[in-house]
């Protein structure tokens, strides 16, 4: 992110974000659903705003395109009245550690300014000031988390830990990954996937319904639309390689320097 900053300034980019390549902007509440509009509008005096985060919910256990197969979401406390997530929020996580399977802070997009520095991969700080921040109450960073079950199964690579809940503090700080190393690590093939369909898998009509009516759940397909319509026309294949032939050469002429 350090590079991503010098990168950012060379390039003449006046806002910065950090997003992970499970992760997509939704601009809702902007015309033309346009991140750059999005920007535009906030205020001069803002540095900082954050994205409160929305997590994926998936209704089958055989996803192999997240971003294109999948449209339910669970949104992030902030976009909800307290009293809606405090009351339903045992049947929003369904027996698992926490509201969300992963993070739950968001992610935020800072402008290009001269002694900024990133703070952990969620925030960003400057050595001169406090940033000046603001919560967006409509757009929402949309975390396509554990939405393939090869995201399960391939935890037990992650790292050499045992598969022990005190040994994986070493490797995880959040509760659900933990989990998810230790069953990925000492399952077999079947019971890893009852246990991905019992704590990830939304496979409950009745309560999806429920909790889509309240509020909790949300059905977003505007992302979906767009990426399946890019791949169609090659644009998507086309502006990824794009991008890393740009990236690569931006960082060689960091290093000649």
């Known amino acids: 992110m350090e590079m991503a900053i010098v990168m950012a300034r060379e390039a003449g980019m006046d806002w910065i974000i950090h997003l992970d390549t499970d992760e997509l902007i939704h601009p809702a509440g902007a015309r033309e659903y346009s991140l750059r509009r999005l920007l535009l509008d906030v205020p001069d005096n803002v540095d900082m705003v954050i994205f409160p985060n929305y997590e994926s919910s998936v209704e089958r256990d055989d996803i192999k395109d997240p971003f294109t197969e999948v449209s339910m979401f669970k949104k992030n406390y902030d976009h909800l009245p307290k009293d809606t997530y405090f009351g339903l929020y045992k049947e929003a996580t369904r027996g698992n550690p926490n509201y969300f399977l992963t993070y739950g802070n968001g ?4 402008r290009v300014q001269e ?5 952990g991969a969620h925030r960003w700080h400057n050595y001169m000031k406090s940033p000046n921040e603001i919560k967006l109450e409509e757009a929402a960073i949309l975390h396509y988390t554990y939405t393939k079950f090869s ?3 391939s935890r037990r690579d992650r790292c050499g830990c045992k598969p022990t809940k005190e040994d994986v503090k070493r490797c995880f700080i959040l509760e659900f990954d933990r989990l998810a190393f ?3 690590s000492t399952a077999t093939e079947q019971e890893m996937r009852n246990w991905y369909r019992e704590h990830v898998v939304w ?6 319904l429920k909790l889509l009516r309240k509020g909790v ?3 977003i397909y505007a992302p979906m639309a767009i990426i399946r319509g890019l791949k169609e026309s090659g644009i998507f294949i086309d502006a990824v390689t794009s991008a890393k032939k740009a990236v690569m050469t931006i960082l060689k002429q960091l290093q000649e320097r």
């Open 107 to 110: 992610k935020s997009a800072a």
């Open 115 to 119: 002694h900024m520095r990133p703070n």
């Open 151 to 153: 995201d399960l199964t």
């Open 182 to 184: 230790i069953i990925a």
């Open 203 to 208: 496979t409950d009509k009745d309560t999806n």
């Open 217 to 219: 759940l949300t059905r």
